[in-house]
C-alpha cells in the first residue's frame, strides 16, 4: 500500500471515531493525516512573491504548525499543517531590500479570507444571483473544455476571449501559447489605473514602452507631477526606500522634493514644496520649467546625453512658454516657475516624474511627452540620481508579441455581435466594478453565452460567470514574476508555494494545462507541460549560463537555488539597456487642451478618484486589516467620502460629515463631505475601491463607487479611459451621511517636531 | 548585560504609508473591530501614524507621526495600576501582564499618549482568518488593556538564542514588526545604552526630540524632527 491510500483509509476511518467524540459540528471534521513533516513551535521562512500589487516585490513568509479545516478530496476535514503566519520583505531582493507596504502585509488575509471560494462551482440560479452548486474538478474541467471551440477552418478566430489582470509572468506567456492554439485573439489585460499612456509616451521619447525606476537615493530634487509614488503608483516600496535615502542616507545633502498635483496625496504631503497646478495643465508647466532653464541658460544642451534629440528645436527657447503665459493656464505664478526652474537646475542631479491624474485627462500624453522632455534638459536621463528603465531578464519563454484590445472595444464588439465572443474566461479582472456607466460592460458580458472564472473571490464580475474554478492563492502557488521598474537590474522573482491549499482550489495555469491535454492534439503539442512548476522549471534552465545572483553546475541545482534566494537578478550590468536609437522622438512643444466632459457651468467641479491607500483600485477591499487602517490624510475608516475644500462648502453650507450628492452626465452618487484644505475650491475628489455590491462581507454594500460617475471621456494617442476628464455638480441632501474618522483634530502638529 | 531597549523614528524619512501600522496588527494578534467599532472609538491600533494640517489651500501641507507606547522610563501608566498589570521591566520595557490585568482603565487614562487599548468586547475572527493569529502572541480577552510590547516576543526570542549559542546580540539583530517593514527605513531599533548602536548615536542627533517632553514620562521613543 502507497502512502496515499493508506491515508485515504485512516482518514475515513477516523470520521467515525470523531463523530463519536463530541456532539458540537466541528468536531464531526475528519482528522487528515498530516501531509508535511513540521515541528510544532518552529518557525521556518520561505521565500515567495508580493502579487499585491504589480511592482512584484520578494517576500519572505513565516510558516509553522498549525491546526486548519481544509478541504481535501473534496472533504472537509482537519489537519495539521505549515500556516502561513508573517510576511516580510525579502532582504536580498533589488525591488524592495526587505520592506513590504501595507497591502503586502496585509497578505495573510487574501489566502485566510472568509469569502475565499473553495471548490468549482457551477451556476444554479440566475445569471448575477450568485447561486451556485459545488461541481467536482474533473465535471469542471470537462465543462470548461466543452466551451472552447478552436478557431475554424475557414479562417474565422475562436470565439473565445480571455480578459485577466495584466501579468508579467508564465502565467501571462501560458495564457498566450493557449490561446495562440485555439486560434484565439491575444488576452485582453485589464486593471483601472492602467498605465498605457505613459508606457507608450516612454516608448516614443526613450525607446522603452515600460513604466520608469528612479534614482532617488542619489537624487538632489525630484519634481513629481501628480505621481503617488511613495503611495500607490509603481513601485512604492522600492520609491519609499531610496526616497528615505534621499532625505536622510547622505551626510552632507539633503534631496529637495516639489509635488505638482490637484488634490493632496499622501506622496504630495512630504513635499518640500506643495504646488497646485489647474487640473490637466501639467504639461505647461514642465514646459515653462523647460522656457525659464533654456532662456536663463541654466542646463547645458548637451547635458540631455542620448536624450538630445527630444529637446531638439528648444534651443528657440519655447517662446510658447514664458513664466507668464504658462501663470495664466496653469494657476502657478510666474514667479514661483523661475524659482523652481532655478531650483531643480541647482540642485543636480534632479529628477520629474509624472503619474496619477496628470496622464489620466484627454491630454496625458503631451503631458508625459512634456515631462519626459524636462528630464531630457534635467541631463537625468540614465544619469545617477535620474530615470532608468529596468532591462528584461533574458528569457526567451516570455517574449509576446501580439496586440490585444481592450475592455471597452471588446464590450463594443459583443454588443455589436462582431467579432463573436462564445465564451469569455476571466481571471482577477474586475471591469464591471472599475469601468464607467458608458462602456456597458455588464450589459455586454450578459449576451456572452459562456462565463468561466478563476478568482479566489465572488466579485461584480465573476459573479456573472457561469462556471468558476477558484485559483490557490498566491501564498499557495507557484509565483513568478518579472519587475517592470522599481530596480536597475534585470530581476525574475519565484517562489514554491509556502504552504499547501487550504481549500479544494487549482491553480489558474493548472487549469488551463489540463483542459489542453483533455482537448489534445495541438493544443496538447503547444502546451506540453503537466503543471505550471514544470513551465517554471523549464523556464529558468534558459537562465543557468547568464550571470546573475545565483550559479550552479547543473539545471537541477539551479532550480533548487533560485527557489532559495526567491529569484534571480543580474548583479552584472547595473543601469538600463542602452536606449534604442530612435527615429523621429516627438518633439513636445504643443501641449494640448484638456477636455472635459460637462459643461462648467451646469458642473462647476473637477472630478478627481484617485488610488485608494487602504485599497489600491477596490482590490484589497476585502480584507479587514485594510478596511480598518484608517485613510493616512482623511482618518477614515470603513467608508469613502468626498475631500471639498473648506470655503467651498462654507459657501454651500455644507458640515462634515453631511451627505452630499455628486453627480455627473453620467450618473449619480451619495457619500458624505470631508472639508479637507488639500483640496482646490473648484475640485472635488474621492479614493476608489469602495462601494463593492459584490465582494464578500467586509466589502459589499460599503461606501460609494467613483467609477459609476465617470465619462467616458478618452486619450486619443492611446485609447486610454482619461479618468480625471469629467465634471459634477455636488448637492447637500440635508442629513449626515457615515463617516468614521480615526482623529478629532486636525491641527495640533507640535512644533517642536520642526527642525529649524 | 545591562540594556535599554529604544526607538528612533525619523520624521523626515517617514512618509506616512501605514505599513508599520499593518505589519502590528499581523505580528500582534490585533483584533479589528468592524465598522460599528470603529465608530465607537474602539479599534485597537498599537501604532497609529497621526496627520497634522497646516496653512491653508494652496499653501498647505502635511505632517505625519507614527505614535506608539513611547516605553517611557518614569511611565505615567505603571504607578496608577491597582495589580501591577503594568510594570517596569529590567530592559526598560514598559510590559504589560495580561492576566494581572482587572480593566480598571486606569493606566489608559494615565498614558499621554493615548498609547493604550481596551478589549471591550472578545476579539472575533471570522474563520478561517483566525489561522493568521501568531502563536508566539496571546490573543487578549474582554476587559484587558493592551498596548505595543516592540515586539517583546522578537526580543525574547534573539535574546534566548543569544543566550543558547553564547553570541552576543548584534546591533539591528531585533526588528519590531513595524520596524521591519517600514519601507523609507524611518525607524530604527536598538539598546540606547549602547553608545556604539545605531539607535544610540541617531538619539544624538540635533533633531532628536521626545514627544510631549514637557511631561516628563522620559520616553525611550526618540523622534528625529522633520527639516523642512
Ligand atoms: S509594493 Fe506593496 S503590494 Fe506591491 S508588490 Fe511590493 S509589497 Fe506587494
Ligand atoms: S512604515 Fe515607516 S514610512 Fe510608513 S508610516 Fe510607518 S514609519 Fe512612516
Not at chain 1, 460 to 473: A, C, F, G, M, N
Request: charge should be neutral; proline fraction near 8%; include cysteine.
Amino acid at each position: 500500500m502507497d502512502r496515499r491510500s493508506f491515508l485515504k483509509i485512516s482518514a475515513v476511518g477516523s470520521t467515525t471515531a470523531a463523530l463519536d467524540a463530541c456532539g458540537k459540528p466541528e468536531h464531526h471534521l475528519i482528522r487528515f493525516i498530516p501531509e508535511e513533516d513540521l515541528i510544532p513551535g518552529v518557525a521556518v521562512w520561505k521565500p515567495g512573491v508580493c502579487t499585491q500589487c504589480r511592482a512584484g516585490c520578494g517576500i519572505r513568509v513565516r510558516v509553522m504548525q498549525g491546526e486548519a479545516e481544509v478541504t481535501r478530496k473534496s472533504k472537509p476535514g482537519l489537519i495539521s499543517m505549515g500556516l502561513a503566519k508573517k510576511i516580510e520583505g525579502n532582504p536580498e531582493h533589488p525591488v524592495n531590500h526587505g520592506k513590504l507596504c501595507a497591502w503586502g502585509q496585509a497578505g495573510l488575509q487574501v489566502t485566510y479570507n472568509p469569502d475565499r471560494i473553495r471548490f468549482p462551482l457551477k451556476r444554479s440560479g440566475q445569471r448575477g444571483s450568485g447561486e451556485y452548486q459545488a461541481i467536482s474538478w474533473d465535471d469542471a474541467i470537462a465543462e470548461l473544455a466543452s466551451h472552447l471551440p478552436v478557431a475554424g477552418s475557414s479562417g474565422s478566430p475562436s470565439p473565445v476571449a480571455f480578459l485577466t489582470q495584466p501579468l508579467r509572468d508564465h502565467r501571462g506567456a501560458l495564457i498566450e501559447k493557449f490561446l495562440a492554439a485555439l486560434g484565439a485573439p491575444p488576452a485582453i489585460h485589464f486593471e483601472f489605473f492602467e498605465q498605457t499612456v505613459l508606457r507608450r509616451a516612454n516608448e516614443l521619447s526613450f525607446g522603452h514602452r515600460q513604466l520608469p525606476s528612479f534614482d532617488l537615493a542619489n537624487t538632489n530634487y525630484v519634481i513629481s507631477f501628480g505621481a503617488d509614488f511613495l503611495g500607490t503608483w509603481n513601485s512604492p516600496v522600492s520609491q519609499n526606500h531610496s526616497y528615505g535615502e534621499m532625505r536622510q542616507g547622505r551626510t552632507e545633502q539633503r534631496g529637495k522634493f516639489v509635488q505638482v498635483e490637484p488634490h493632496m496625496s499622501q506622496t504630495g504631503a512630504n513635499a518640500d514644496e506643495w504646488v497646485y497646478a489647474k487640473p490637466g495643465t501639467e504639461g505647461w508647466l514642465a514646459l515653462g520649467l523647460a522656457h525659464v532653464m533654456i532662456s536663463e541658460r541654466l542646463r547645458p544642451a548637451q547635458a540631455a546625453g542620448n536624450a538630445g534629440a527630444l529637446i531638439e528645436g528648444w534651443s528657440e527657447g519655447l517662446p510658447d512658454y514664458t513664466p507668464e503665459k504658462v501663470e495664466r493656464i496653469t494657476g502657478v505664478e510666474s514667479g514661483r516657475i523661475q524659482r523652481l526652474a532655478r531650483g531643480s537646475a541647482a540642485h543636480s542631479p534632479a529628477v520629474a516624474v509624472i503619474g496619477g491624474a496628470p496622464l489620466a485627462h484627454t491630454n496625458g500624453f503631451s503631458n508625459a511627452l512634456a515631462v519626459n522632455a524636462l528630464n531630457a534638459l534635467l541631463g537625468s536621463v540614465e544619469k545617477p540620481g535620474g530615470i532608468f528603465f529596468t532591462p528584461r531578464p533574458p528569457m526567451p519563454s516570455l517574449s509576446t508579441s501580439r496586440n490585444s484590445a481592450s475592455v471597452r472595444t471588446l464590450c463594443e464588439g459583443i454588443l455589436k455581435g462582431s467579432p463573436a465572443v462564445e465564451t469569455l474566461l476571466v481571471f482577477n479582472a474586475n471591469p464591471v466594478f472599475a469601468s464607467p456607466p458608458a462602456w456597458r460592460v455588464q450589459e455586454a458580458l450578459a449576451k456572452v453565452p459562456f462565463i468561466a472564472s478563476f478568482g479566489s473571490f465572488v466579485d461584480e464580475t465573476s459573479v456573472l460567470s457561469d462556471l468558476i474554478l477558484p485559483d490557490h492563492s498566491y501564498l499557495e502557488s507557484w509565483v513568478d514574476n518579472i519587475p517592470e521598474s522599481g530596480t536597475t537590474e534585470a530581476v525574475v522573482s519565484l517562489a514554491s508555494p509556502a504552504m499547501l491549499p487550504l481549500h479544494h482550489t487549482r491553480p489558474m495555469p493548472d487549469v488551463l494545462l489540463d483542459v489542453a491535454h483533455r482537448l489534445g492534439g495541438d493544443m496538447a503539442r503547444a502546451v506540453p507541460w503537466k503543471t505550471y512548476a514544470g513551465v517554471l522549471q523549464a523556464a529558468f534552465e534558459e537562465l543557468r549560463s547568464h550571470p546573475g545572483s545565483v550559479t550552479a553546475k547543473t539545471d537541477d541545482d539551479f532550480w533548487t537555488a533560485v527557489q532559495t534566494k526567491g529569484g534571480w537578478w543580474s548583479n552584472e550590468a547595473k543601469g538600463s539597456p542602452a536606449m534604442r536609437e530612435l527615429n523621429r522622438p516627438p518633439s513636445p512643444t504643443k501641449i494640448v487642451e484638456p477636455a472635459f466632459d460637462g459643461a462648467a457651468s451646469e458642473y462647476p467641479f473637477f472630478f478627481l478618484p484617485y488610488a485608494s491607500q487602504q485599497f489600491s483600485d477596490g482590490t484589497h477591499a476585502n480584507l479587514p486589516w485594510m478596511q480598518e487602517m484608517p485613510d493616512v490624510i482623511s482618518t477614515a475608516m470603513w467608508g469613502t467620502w468626498v475631500e471639498i475644500n473648506p470655503q467651498t462648502a462654507s459657501r454651500l453650507r455644507i458640515q462634515k460629515g453631511d451627505l452630499i450628492e455628486v453627480a455627473s452626465q453620467h450618473g449619480k452618487l451619495q457619500a458624505p463631505a470631508l472639508l479637507t484644505p488639500g483640496i482646490a475650491p473648484d475640485a472635488v475628489a474621492m479614493p476608489v475601491g469602495q462601494g463593492h455590491e459584490q465582494y464578500g462581507r467586509y466589502a459589499s454594500h460599503r461606501g460609494a463607487n467613483p467609477l459609476k460617475i465617470l465619462a467616458p471621456q478618452t486619450e486619443p494617442e492611446t485609447g486610454a479611459l482619461a479618468w480625471a476628464a469629467t465634471r459634477v455638480k455636488i448637492t447637500r441632501l440635508g442629513k449626515k451621511g457615515e463617516l468614521i474618522l480615526y482623529a478629532g483634530s486636525e491641527r495640533e502638529w507640535p512644533s517642536q517636531f520642526q527642525h529649524r | 548585560m545591562k540594556r535599554q531597549w529604544g526607538m528612533v523614528i525619523d520624521l523626515d524619512r517617514c512618509t506616512g504609508c501605514e505599513a508599520c501600522v499593518v505589519a502590528c496588527h499581523a505580528e500582534n494578534n490585533l483584533a479589528t473591530v468592524g465598522r460599528d467599532g470603529a465608530a465607537r472609538g474602539r479599534t485597537m491600533h498599537w501604532m497609529r501614524v497621526e496627520r497634522y494640517w497646516e496653512g491653508e489651500f494652496p499653501e498647505v501641507r502635511l505632517r505625519f507621526q507614527p505614535v506608539l507606547c513611547q516605553q517611557c522610563g518614569d511611565a505615567p501608566c505603571e504607578s496608577v495600576c491597582p495589580v501591577y498589570a503594568t510594570y517596569h521591566n529590567p530592559e526598560g520595557l514598559n510590559a504589560q501582564v495580561y492576566n494581572r490585568c482587572i480593566g480598571t482603565r486606569y493606566c489608559g487614562n494615565a498614558c499621554p499618549y493615548n498609547a493604550r487599548v481596551f478589549n471591550f468586547f472578545n476579539p472575533v475572527w471570522d474563520k478561517p482568518l483566525d489561522l493568521q493569529l501568531n502563536p508566539d502572541v496571546s490573543v487578549r480577552s474582554v476587559g484587558i488593556m493592551e498596548k505595543c510590547t516592540f515586539c517583546i516576543q522578537r526580543i525574547k526570542q534573539v535574546e534566548i538564542r543569544s543566550q543558547e549559542s553564547k553570541q552576543p546580540i548584534a546591533d539591528g539583530e531585533i526588528q519590531p514588526a513595524c520596524v521591519q517593514s517600514c519601507p523609507a527605513n524611518a525607524m530604527v531599533f536598538g539598546d540606547l545604552d549602547d553608545p556604539k548602536s545605531k539607535v544610540s548615536q541617531l538619539a544624538r542627533s540635533n533633531r532628536a526630540t521626545r514627544l510631549l517632553r514637557e511631561v516628563g514620562a522620559q520616553p525611550n521613543v526618540i523622534y528625529l524632527r522633520s527639516v523642512s
